[in-house]
């Protein structure tokens, strides 16, 4: 339907007498676009005097307008004017700070390249920062980009392995101070590698008595979560809880080193006790861990003291 004036019209076919009604049709439209009297970015000098930038926008009925800032999220105007009189430095925008990946699927042995990017005015940006962290332990990454004046500055990991998971945080600024009240402006990213199950023990070699007990505790982590574990004798046989052997898997903090700091991890310890040793308990045990990207195999050896 069109606005416009309508008129329906009843006649009576036989009389020929007839009446008539109209009808006004309005029709509620826009905003479609909105217009301004200058463009997206308009740069000006301290000092200048700013002319009045004008908000338009065809609709009905009319529109109202507003204007807000970015820098104190507060609305500056409510009409379609915007008023800036002198122009002073603090009008200037801090950076807003945006932290991109190459890929959502975070498996290790394969790529990932994480862009930090900051717009903002003026467009002069300074990176002073694009740290790993585990909780509050900084990792000493070794595929961060230089830092300095700079467009852009990223991670770029050819092959994501454990230690490459914690959280990203990209810090910049413009030397503007944000509504934040701060100067350095941050984004953060949360990486979360997707690897094979990881065994944390360093020793191999454990000795006890013949006819004595022996307590065996292996850490590990698993990210994702472990699906399935078992231990093998030297001689073959599968090694299950029995009055020789007790197997259990808890939950506890483990202490992995990424690129040489030690960090601290959600794992697991399996933990392995053998009563009343002989010579058929001494010798090598196989243990294999499985999740849903890969199973890990670790062996130790029982020696008789």
């Known amino acids: 339907m069109k606005r416009g004036t309508y008129r329906c019209e009843a006649i009576n076919p036989d009389t020929r007498s007839k009446t008539t009604k109209t009808v006004t049709v309005d029709v509620r439209y826009g905003p479609d676009d909105v217009t301004l009297n200058v463009t997206n970015i308009h740069t000006v000098t ?7 930038i004008y908000c338009s926008a065809d609709c009905w009925p009319g529109c109202v307008f507003t204007w ?8 500056v105007s409510s009409t379609a004017v915007l008023n800036f009189r002198r122009a002073h430095r603090y009008d200037a925008d801090s950076p807003d700070v945006l932290i991109s990946e190459s890929s959502a699927l975070l498996h290790e042995n394969t ?3 994480l862009l930090c990017k900051a717009a903002c005015i003026p467009a002069v940006y300074k990176y002073t920062g694009f740290l790993q962290r585990v909780h509050d332990i900084v ?3 070794s595929h961060v980009g230089s ?7 990223s991670v770029n990991i050819p092959s994501l392995q454990l230690h490459d998971t914690g959280v990203y945080t990209c810090y ?3 030397c503007i101070f944000g509504y934040n009240k701060q100067l350095i402006q941050t984004a953060s990213r949360k990486v979360e590698v997707q690897a094979s199950p990881r065994f944390l023990l360093e020793e191999t070699n454990f000795a006890g008595d013949t006819s004595g007990n022996i307590t065996i505790a292996i850490p590990f982590v698993s990210i994702p979560e472990y699906t399935s574990y078992s231990v093998i004798r030297h001689d073959g046989q599968l090694v299950s809880t029995n009055g020789k052997y007790t197997l259990h898997i808890r939950n506890e903090s483990v202490y992995p080193l990424f690129y040489g700091q030690q960090v601290t991890l959600s794992g697991n310890v399996l933990e392995i006790i053998i009563r009343d040793l002989s010579e058929k308990e001494f010798g090598i045990y196989k243990m294999q861990i499985a999740n849903d990207i890969n199973t890990a195999n670790f062996s130790i050896d029982v020696k008789a003291t």
């Open 147 to 153: 830092l300095g004046v700079r467009d852009i500055i």
């Open 46 to 52: 301290e000092g200048d005097t700013v002319n009045d």
């Open 68 to 75: 807000s800032s970015m820098t104190t999220r507060r609305q």
């Open 172 to 174: 910049v600024h413009n």
């Open 111 to 113: 790529p990932l390249d």
């Open 139 to 141: 990792v000493p990454n």
